[in-house]
T-cell receptor, first 113, second 114 residues
Framework: DSGVTQTPKHLITATGQRVTLRCSPRSGDLSVYWYQQSLDQGLQFLIQYYNGEERAKGNILERFSAQQFPDLHSELNLSSLELGDSALYFC????????????FGNGTRLTVT | AQSVAQPEDQVNVAEGNPLTVKCTYSVSGNPYLFWYVQYPNRGLQFLLKYITGDNLVKGSYGFEAEFNKSQTSFHLKKPSALVSDSALYFCAVRLYSSASKIIFGSGTRLSIRP
C-alpha cells in the first residue's frame, strides 16, 4: 500500500460532462503530481502542486484544472469531456527531496461514452 | 531536449533466465534515476533508484540496475526471472536542477514465460 488514496476508482460519464477526481497524498508528502495514462500508453504528466501552490505544468488541456487544498488533498477537474479523455488518471505524492521516489495511487479509470 | 528512452516495447524471457530492461537518458546535469513497476489495474510501484555512489544498485523483488555514466544508461536486471515479474516497467529521471521535473520513459512490457 503506497499510502496514496484516489477516489473514485471508476467513473463512467457522457461527453460534455464535468468530473472531479480526488487524491489524498501519503502522510507527510507535500508534493502532488497528476498523470494521465491512456490504453497501452506511457504516462503523460499533467500538473504538480507543492504545499498548495502550482509548481509545474505539463501537457494539461485548458479543459482540465487542478488544485491542492490546505489539508494537502488535491482535486483534478475535467470538463467538456471528450471520448479521447477516457484514460487512467494517477495521482502521486512525494517529499520535496530530489532523491525521493514518487508514491502512486491506484488511479481513477475514466470512461467517457 | 531532455528525454528518457526505453528502446524495447516488449521483452520476452523464459522463467529462470536472466532479464534486462534497457533505459537510456539524455539530460543536462546530474540525474537521479528510478525504476518503477506497474501491475495490471494498479499504480506504479517504486523498485530502486540511483543517486550517487556504487554504479550497481539493488532494489525490491531481487531487481538491480546498473548505472553507466559514459553510455548514459540505467538498465534494469534480474539474474533469474519469475513469471510473477511479468508487468510494465518504467524508467524515470528526476533532474538535479529541478525537483519538480520528472521524466518517464515510454515503458517496457516484460513477459516471462513458464
Amino acid at each position: 500500500d503506497s499510502g496514496v488514496t484516489q477516489t473514485p476508482k471508476h467513473l463512467i460519464t457522457a461527453t460534455g460532462q464535468r468530473v472531479t477526481l480526488r487524491c489524498s497524498p501519503r502522510s507527510g508528502d507535500l508534493s502532488v503530481y497528476w498523470y494521465q495514462q491512456s490504453l497501452d500508453q506511457g504516462l503523460q504528466f499533467l500538473i504538480q502542486y507543492y504545499n498548495g501552490e502550482e509548481r509545474a505544468k505539463g501537457n494539461i488541456l485548458e479543459r482540465f484544472s487542478a488544485q491542492q487544498f490546505p489539508d494537502l488533498h488535491s482535486e483534478l477537474n475535467l470538463s467538456s469531456l471528450e471520448l479521447g479523455d477516457s484514460a487512467l488518471y494517477f495521482c502521486a505524492s512525494s517529499v520535496r527531496d530530489r532523491n525521493s521516489p514518487l508514491h502512486f495511487g491506484n488511479g481513477t479509470r475514466l470512461t467517457v461514452t | 531536449a531532455q528525454s528518457v528512452a526505453q528502446p524495447e516495447d516488449q521483452v520476452n524471457v523464459a522463467e529462470g533466465n536472466p532479464l534486462t530492461v534497457k533505459c537510456t537518458y539524455s539530460v543536462s546535469g546530474n540525474p537521479y534515476l528510478f525504476w518503477y513497476v506497474q501491475y495490471p489495474n494498479r499504480g506504479l510501484q517504486f523498485l530502486l533508484k540511483y543517486i550517487t555512489g556504487d554504479n550497481l544498485v539493488k532494489g525490491s523483488y531481487g531487481f538491480e540496475a546498473e548505472f553507466n555514466k559514459s553510455q548514459t544508461s540505467f538498465h534494469l536486471k534480474k539474474p533469474s526471472a519469475l513469471v510473477s515479474d511479468s508487468a510494465l516497467y518504467f524508467c524515470a529521471v528526476r533532474l538535479y536542477s529541478s525537483a519538480s521535473k520528472i521524466i518517464f520513459g515510454s515503458g517496457t512490457r516484460l513477459s516471462i514465460r513458464p
